[in-house]
């Protein structure tokens, strides 16, 4: 048996820079996407834009310098040469906001589009991962995963693209000014806190990770634990467990509420000292431009003009320690979406699957044995055979195997030894879309979606009339329920269907299916929660659908197999007997003692009906 690697989304490992260039290198691509001129235009534009707006703006200071001067040196040319200045100086600050502006209105296709193609990414694989990665995770935690990983990308692009890199621009452009005009210390001091300001944040930032990383481990928690909770209302109410379910949303509550509190703190510490040092550096810059200015080298406009430059640029470098971090948590975000992309698809088509040719719809079972875990072995051998277009049903006590059959039929899972075969073709190398397309499944556990009647049971095939939706309805003894309410087919069944009773959920399930019209019919516990009465209605339609299909009848009430043209009985995942009806009603083994058992209860709950009658 093939067994699904440890999962990468389990694995909690530490965060350095070579994880973070791994999430954007993975992430590159979606933004110079392949085959796609017209968005790479966008990006190519986008940038030039930004070159633009930096460049513009590194000007508007030294109109602003030189107007200082004209009004200082010449106070009675104050209406003429400081009112052009002046001019110049308003139009580069509207042509630089413009060009931001713009450049944001290029690039905003290329984001959405890259977050939109992401999350249909990772939605699409999920799909594509195997019911044992769906069975051992949490939906409130992926769900989680990927809600912030796409909020990540957003944040990246428009911070990391818009923010850091103009930041980065503008300092070399503001220290190569600074030196080109004035005395190389400017440049330095400028510099040398500039590079004390990123070391300390990032040494800080990193520090502080494993805070920001414990929110979000407790986050998802808390918040699978109140879906899990919320999900299972019903049953929280039967037992009395309101207390206990909020004892433990409570305690996911508590331990977020620590994380967060040290997250805060070292945020506070982290805020002091970045404060500290761009007060000193701009300080220090200060007192060299006023020395300046008192050893006559420097104008007041000088003086002004590197003020200016300084606040331009401790403006953004400030707002680049939250940038930094939330950044930090975006790529911790997105890692953790990325991750759930490198999960292994534990059954995947071959390289050379082809679609699956129904001919008839034989299916055959040959010595296969399975198991959901190495030590744990739930079917051992089992062989049988349903001929084209007939029925073979599969009996035997809770535990048997008997739902594990449609589970391997589905291709779920791979057989661990043996063969399963539909028309003499292993399901090992046909696609598993021409596979679960020709074969159609009642569920013992009917789930629906949360949306009206009719899009439930058009889910079966996607498309179909109204009259194709009413026609499995009427066979399916549900069309006059849905007919009787007041809005119709629109109205909606709740969240997993809880609107509906249990027989009326199977109903619909039951609709869904006839209206797929598969070649193959599984019928998993199809009527086990329908009362009796309406069980024999919907076992006639049953016969009428599967008439000249390949029919599998999975059932515990022996009561719906008994016109099957086989009956298989499973105990402790073996084939222990075989034959009709009245061949193991004669034979007196397994299944004559399990059916005089029913008989005997429905008798007795018969006469307890008549006495309450």
Request: charged letters at 25%; aromatic letters at 8%; glycine letters at 8%.
């Amino acid at each position: 048996m093939r067994l699904r690697a440890p999962s990468t989304f389990d694995q909690a490992r530490g965060r350095g820079p070579s994880a973070d260039w791994t999430t954007l290198r993975t992430l590159f691509p979606y933004l110079w996407p392949p085959g796609q001129p017209a968005l790479r235009a966008r990006v190519a534009i986008a940038m030039v834009l930004l070159v633009a707006a930096k460049g513009v703006g590194i000007g508007i200071p030294l109109l602003y310098k030189q107007a200082v001067d004209a009004l200082t040196v010449r106070p009675d040319m104050a209406m003429a040469v400081p009112v052009a200045i002046l001019l110049a100086y308003g139009l580069a600050r509207i042509l630089s906001g413009t060009f931001a502006e713009l450049r944001d209105i290029v690039f905003v296709k290329v984001a959405q589009s890259a977050i939109r193609t992401v999350g249909l990414g990772v939605f699409r694989h999920l799909h594509r991962l195997g019911l044992r990665f769906h069975l051992d995770r949490q939906t409130g935690g992926v769900s989680r995963a990927i809600e912030r990983g796409t909020k990540g990308i957003e944040f990246l692009l428009n911070f990391m693209l818009f923010n850091i890199l103009p930041t980065l621009l503008e300092i070399a452009l503001v220290t190569a000014v600074l030196w080109g005009l004035y005395d190389i210390s400017f440049a330095l001091i400028t510099a040398a806190t500039i590079a004390v300001y990123v070391l300390y944040t990032l040494a800080v930032t990193e520090w502080r990770t494993k805070f920001r990383r414990a929110m979000n481990e407790t986050d998802s928690e808390a918040s699978t634990k109140a879906i899990d909770s919320l999900l299972n209302f019903e049953t929280v109410k039967y037992f009395c467990n309101e207390d206990h379910e909020a004892g433990r949303y409570d305690k996911a509550l508590a331990r977020y509420e620590e994380a967060a509190t040290k997250s805060k703190v070292t945020l506070s510490m982290l805020n002091i000292g970045q404060g500290a040092i761009i007060a000193i550096g701009l300080t220090l810059v200060m007192i060299q431009a006023a020395r300046g200015v008192v050893a006559g080298t420097m104008t007041l406009g000088d003086f002004v003009l590197v003020n200016a430059y300084l606040i331009q640029l401790y403006m953004p470098l400030n707002f680049l320690g939250f940038v930094y971090r939330e950044i930090k948590q975006s790529l911790t975000d997105m890692e953790s979406m990325f991750r759930l992309l490198r999960e292994n698809a534990e059954i995947e088509d071959s390289a050379d699957a082809r679609p699956l040719e129904v001919r008839g719809g034989e299916v055959r079972f040959d010595a296969v044995s399975f198991g959901y875990d190495p030590d744990r072995q739930i079917l051992a051998g089992v062989g049988f055979t349903v001929p084209a277009g007939r029925t073979l049903a599969i009996v035997g006590p809770s535990g048997a195997g008997k739902s594990t059959i449609s589970r391997l039929l589905f291709r779920f899972y791979d057989v661990g030894d043996g063969i399963i075969a539909i028309d003499g073709q292993d399901i090992r190398d046909v696609t598993q879309a021409s596979l679960r397309a020709a074969i159609g499944i009642v569920p013992q556990d009917t789930v629906l979606f949360n949306d009206s009647i009719r899009y439930n049971i058009a889910y079966g095939r996607p498309g179909a009339t109204q009259d194709e939706i009413e026609e499995a309805a009427r066979l399916a003894r549900i069309h006059d329920f849905v007919a009787s309410l007041p809005q119709g087919y629109d109205t909606r069944v709740g969240e997993r269907g809880l609107k509906l009773s249990g027989g009326e959920k199977q109903r619909v399930a039951i609709a869904r299916t006839i209206l797929k019209r598969p070649a193959i019919l599984i019928f998993d516990e199809a009527t086990s929660a329908l009362d009796t009465h309406t069980e024999k209605e919907i076992q006639v339609s049953l016969r009428e659908v599967s008439k000249d299909r390949t029919t599998l009848i999975v059932a515990h009430r022996l009561s719906t197999v008994v016109d099957a043209d086989e009956i298989v009985v499973l105990e402790q995942g073996r084939v222990v007997e075989r034959g009709r009806h009245a061949q193991l009603l004669a034979a007196g083994g397994r299944y004559a003692a399990m059916w005089r058992k029913q008989q005997e209860a429905a008798l007795l709950e018969e006469r307890l009906a008549g006495e309450l009658a």
